[in-house]
């Protein structure tokens, strides 16, 4: 299968009183750059996160969202403060001995001062928390890689459908060449009979004339690289990968080809048959921008 480089994918998982969510889309581009956004609590991973988005993807501007929604508190714990229970009751105490007040300090009073009590977070297990995220990195990738694999399957058949197309514009060219050079040396006659009337004259002067015209017109060899381009691109469609840049490449040399061939051509019907394969060809290369 071939692959578009657009796609998304997009996967949920719930375990561990925790929920994460991740969601990757992505556009064409010529390398594999990767834009990650998630909580921080996640940036040690990180590099962990692109090594498994290569084993997905290898070309594409990929963006990456990642949520993390704690579904419980069993992750927090009360810590108490000794250091500022004491310092509060010290002065709590020096006041009381300041100002000639009844010491009625009780624990329940100074539980309620500030930093006495406090609820904090307990260090994460690492390694529980990447094999939760690893697992719904990889789901997402796999949805992500599914709608690529969709998406170019529709590309696949049309361009295919473009080289059966170019490749009858190259049948045309073909059978078009020797009737151009016959058309050619039968004007090129008549015209010198026109010329010389009834004077006999040498006809192999004139067949050296139509012999530089056809060596001239000869397309010969850029009708057999074109099949030939056209076969390799046949075949890298269906063999499938990673394809985008081979594509690309062959389709600059079909298009080297083409324009020789518009260049040397001296009739109407060949002209339009050239121009069909440059406007066929144009179409195959922005298609093969989307492949990955």
Aim: proline residues 2%.
């Amino acid at each position: 299968m071939i692959r578009s480089m657009t796609g998304f994918g997009r996967s949920e998982l719930e375990e561990h009183a925790r929920r994460i969510t991740v969601e990757i889309k992505a556009v064409n581009h010529r390398y594999l750059d990767a834009s990650i956004k998630m909580p921080k609590k996640f940036n040690p991973f990180e590099a962990q996160i692109r090594n498994v988005l290569k084993e997905y993807i290898e070309r594409g501007k990929v963006d990456v969202y990642i949520t993390c929604e704690e579904l419980s508190e069993e992750n927090l714990q009360i810590r108490y403060n000794k250091a500022v229970a004491e310092e509060y009751l010290q002065y709590l105490r020096q006041m009381a001995a300041d100002f000639g007040l009844e010491d009625d300090i009780r624990v329940s009073t100074l539980s309620r001062y500030p930093e006495v009590f406090s609820m904090e977070e307990l260090p994460p297990d690492e390694e529980e928390i990447w094999q939760d995220l690893e697992k719904v990195v990889r789901s997402a990738a796999e949805q992500f890689v599914v709608s690529r694999e969709r998406e170019g399957g529709m590309l696949q058949k049309d361009l295919l459908d473009k080289l059966a197309a170019m490749q009858q514009d190259v049948v045309k060219i073909e059978e078009r060449s020797p009737q151009v050079i016959a058309e050619y040396k039968e004007k090129l006659m008549a015209k010198v009979k026109e010329l010389v009337g009834d004077v006999q004259f040498d006809e192999s002067r004139v067949m050296m004339e139509v012999t530089l015209f056809a060596d001239k017109v000869c397309v010969d060899e850029e009708m057999v690289r074109l099949k030939s381009h056209i076969g390799a691109m046949r075949k890298e469609l269906e063999t499938g990968g990673s394809v985008g840049r081979k594509l690309d490449f062959i389709a600059q040399e079909m298009n080297r080809e083409a324009n020789t061939t518009l260049s040397k051509a001296n009739d109407l019907q060949t002209s339009d048959a050239a121009i069909d394969l440059k406007t066929g060809i144009e179409k195959i290369r922005e298609q093969v921008q989307n492949l990955e």
